[in-house]
């Protein structure tokens, strides 16, 4: 591990996403706060993850998967990202880390780490922003080792905000009906969201339900986070997810 004068001229020369502290008293300046430790304490993620293969979707700088290396993991990384214009290879040499970082996305999987199969796969931040959310937790499914392996999502939800397609707020949307736990729909933006053109779908729990359950897997534990009053509104939905058996059969076109 390098000194602190080192690494914190190495910190200052990288871009960063995330505001993390890096090490004592040294915190990257990234846009978005985050304590590693206890995002994964939310899930009840072992402090012990010693002979565990895990693999974070969606890295970015790397916070989450340094703190699963620090717990004992063995830790795969799949970003599209180069992880030189992140912080991720500034954050790796400060650390010392064994971290491997593979490029490309998460439809990629069959093709990257096509002889892997993780224990816990960790898929924050990420669902909203594809286009095809239900093909990827089809291949997140494949890749998880067995039954007793787990997938923590994290991502927005629908719960008490809305949009029209132009992205101007709607006032008073019916949240009784959108948010219905038998209802499951998704709002779905091909311009903008929140100001954001990569955000694409915005589904309410029902419909994460039913994604994961058309790619074989199951939300066995769920959490919600709701503060309207910020602006804009946050929404957002995390979840231990589990596999339970092949994904339904797509039935073709006649």
């Given at each position: 591990m390098l000194d602190y004068e080192t690494a914190a001229t190495m910190v200052s020369?990288?871009?960063?996403?995330?505001?993390?502290?890096?090490?004592?008293g040294l915190v990257t300046p990234g846009i978005?706060?985050?304590?590693?430790?206890?995002?994964l304490d939310c899930f009840a993620v072992a402090a012990d993850l010693s002979g565990i293969d895990a693999l974070e979707i969606g890295t970015l700088d790397g916070p989450i998967a340094f703190e699963?290396?620090?717990?004992?993991?063995?830790?795969t990384t799949l970003d599209i990202q180069d992880p030189s214009r992140t912080g991720f290879d500034t954050a790796?040499?400060?650390?010392?880390?064994?971290?491997?970082?593979?490029?490309?996305g998460v439809n990629d999987i069959p093709e990257l780490l096509s002889s892997q199969q993780f224990d816990l796969i960790v898929f924050f931040g990420v669902f909203?922003?594809?286009?095809?959310?239900?093909?990827?937790?089809?291949?997140?499914?494949?890749?998880?080792?067995?039954?007793?392996?787990?997938?923590?999502?994290?991502g927005e939800c629908l719960l008490n905000y809305v949009e029209d397609i132009s992205g101007q707020p709607i006032p008073a949307p019916p949240l009784d009906f959108l948010c219905s736990e038998d209802v499951a729909l998704t709002l779905f933006y091909p311009g903008k969201y929140k100001g954001d053109d990569s955000n694409w779908h915005v589904p309410n729990l029902a419909c994460v339900r039913a994604w994961l359950s058309a790619a074989g897997l199951d939300l066995e534990k769920h959490m919600l986070l709701s503060r309207p009053e910020t602006s804009p509104p946050l929404q957002r939905m995390g979840g231990i997810v589990r596999r339970v058996?092949?994904?339904p059969v797509e039935h073709p076109c006649r």
């Open positions: 020369r990288a871009n960063w996403y995330h505001a993390y502290e890096l090490l004592p978005l706060p985050i304590v590693p430790s206890e995002s699963l290396e620090k717990r004992g993991a063995r830790v790796r040499a400060i650390l010392g880390s064994s971290v491997r970082y593979v490029r490309g909203y922003h594809l286009k095809n959310p239900v093909l990827a937790f089809e291949r997140i499914a494949g890749a998880l080792r067995d039954d007793r392996a787990r997938l923590l999502i994290e058996g092949v994904p």
